[in-house]
Nanobody, 126 residues
Framework: QVQLVESGGGLVQAGGSLRLSCAASGRTFSDYAMGWFRQAPGKEREFVAGVSLSGGRTYYADSVKGRFFISRDNAKNTVYLQMNSLKPEDTALYYC???????????????????WGQGTQVTVSS
């Protein structure tokens, strides 16, 4: 079992920045691809960003490309999401997720992931 704990969410003004962190424990962190998802009330959970086992490959949703950046530090068992130029439409509960190593570098659908954190709220005011 892998435990994931997100932190770094909060209230920020449009145009501002936040950095989310996800600390993992329980299994070898480098054996998991990692991803960030978000979900607003009444909406489907959507993919935000993903990173491969070693951090060499990343993939972003079109809505955040150029603004958000995912990275991982395997020595610290932590994955990050740097969020810049935040917009009100970025407001959501953000989840960290882990996927056991497979045939792909990154994964973009929720059902592909094996473990999830509890989520951290990000609210962007206009």
């Amino acid at each position: 079992q892998v435990q994931l704990v997100e932190s770094g969410g909060g209230l920020v003004q449009a145009g501002g920045s936040l950095r989310l962190s996800c600390a993992a424990s329980g299994r070898t962190f480098s054996d998991y691809a990692m991803g960030w998802f978000r979900q607003a009330p009444g909406k489907e959970r959507e993919f935000v960003a993903g990173v491969s086992l070693s951090g060499g490959r990343t993939y972003y949703a079109d809505s955040v490309k150029g603004r958000f950046f995912i990275s991982r530090d395997n020595a610290k068992n932590t994955v990050y999401l740097q969020m810049n130029s935040l917009k009100p439409e970025d407001t959501a509960l953000y989840y960290c997720a882990a996927k056991r190593r497979g045939s792909s570098y990154v994964y973009t659908t929720p059902l592909e992931y094996d473990y999830w954190g509890q989520g951290t709220q990000v609210t962007v005011s206009s």
